[in-house]
């Protein structure tokens, strides 16, 4: 309901003089309109009907009692103020009352200054409880209002980085693959020219293997940043899955010195191991790269606890040159390279989302010349 400029009041009670008489009394001292009702039963149709603010009523009545009319109106508008009236005689029904939210009970005979009393405090608590239930509302609206708005900018968000995405993929594909496709089709369009000189023809095709290589790197990549395939998480022990990236990378660099360092032996992460060697395996491959395939990397591992929570932390150092302080932000976007023909520039792009998808976190610490570290957190198993 809402309060009325004047407020309206409705006076119940069996006997019509009284009625009358507080009628007259309430209109002289106090700026209420006032209404009468000699049953519960007409009182309540008169609610139904109209609008009121604030009922005095007498508790015991014919047809309906003061407590069947107040449950009544309770139910049927609960922001209506009721103020029982009560002989000495009825003060446990007028305690049952109050118990039935009531606002207040007054003695009969009913003294004037006592009634207006608690009429302006019962008009008073109406009056907060409706602007609370106002303010409650509005912030309700305005909590659906941002809530539909930050859904609608976040759906926005997305698309557009969808449509950027998409665009950074067309310009690779376009910009990346053109060059040793359009290089493959020269070399094999000389190669199918050639008389047969097996000679000739053998060094034109190793000629043509690093475009073909190059290819098949970039949609590798392509293909695996399209995938988001589901986590086989299981315990994969750390040092069983450092030693198999060592082995692997060390017949790639033999230049490269790998060492493990920390608390790698006995600790598990919960994981899915292909997934974590290939990302771990991009972070080292970007390390040997950075190094021209000549220098160290240490892995270091440590266990931390925080939150109740055991997380193992790798550390991938390597001895290069570093990443510019203006690159740390950007080596984790897609399609960021500083390889120039080298790599697709999705590597560590894919290596944070797997590591992510881990309820892990990846960084980078680095700082120029004193070599890269790029940082993997994962929960333990």
Do not use: W
Request: hydrophobic share 40%.
């Amino acid at each position: 309901m809402q309060q009325t400029a004047t407020p309206r009041v409705l006076i119940v009670d069996d006997e019509e003089d009284l009625c009358q008489y507080l009628k007259l009394m309430i209109s002289k001292k106090a700026n209420y309109e006032v209404d009468i009702a000699t049953d519960g039963a007409a009182a309540f149709e008169k609610i139904k009907g109209e609008r009121f603010n604030l009922v005095i009523s007498d508790i015991n009545m014919p047809k309906m009692n003061g407590i069947e009319l107040l449950n009544n109106i309770k139910n049927y508008d609960p922001d209506i103020e009721v103020i029982m009236l009560t002989g000495k005689s009825s003060l446990e029904t007028a305690v049952l009352a109050l118990q039935h939210n009531a606002f207040d009970y007054i003695e009969k005979p009913v003294e004037s200054r006592k009634l207006l009393v608690a009429m302006g405090n019962a008009l008073g608590k109406q009056r907060l409880n409706l602007e609370l239930k106002s303010v409650l509302d509005r912030v309700s609206r305005e909590r659906k209002d941002l809530k539909a708005k930050l859904e609608s900018q976040a759906a926005d968000l997305a698309r557009k980085e969808r449509l950027a995405i998409t665009g950074a993929v067309a310009a690779t594909l376009s910009g990346e693959l053109m060059g040793p496709v359009d290089e493959l089709v020269q070399k094999l369009g000389a190669i199918s020219g050639q008389k047969a000189d097996p000679a000739q023809v053998a060094s034109m095709v190793a000629a043509v293997l690093p475009a073909a290589q190059r290819v098949q790197t970039i949609l590798r990549d392509i293909v695996r940043f399209a995938e988001h395939s589901k986590i086989d998480s299981r315990p994969v022990g750390v040092a069983g899955l450092l030693q198999k990236l060592i082995d692997q990378h060390s017949e790639l660099h033999p230049e490269v010195k790998f060492t493990v360092t920390g608390q790698a032996e006995g600790l598990s992460v919960a994981g899915d191991e292909e997934k974590l060697t290939s990302a771990f395996g991009s972070i080292i491959e970007n390390s040997c790269d950075a190094m021209d395939n000549h220098g160290e990397i240490v892995i270091d591992v440590a266990l931390e606890t925080s939150g109740g929570e055991r997380r193992a932390v790798l550390r991938f150092r390597d001895s290069g040159p570093g990443v510019p302080e203006e690159h740390r932000e950007k080596v984790f976007l897609p399609f960021f390279s500083t390889k120039g023909n080298q790599g697709s520039g999705l590597g560590l792009t894919i290596s944070r989302r797997v590591v992510e998808d881990h309820r892990g976190e990846l960084r980078i610490e680095s700082s120029g010349g004193k070599g890269a570290c790029f940082v993997a957190v994962l929960p333990c198993a």
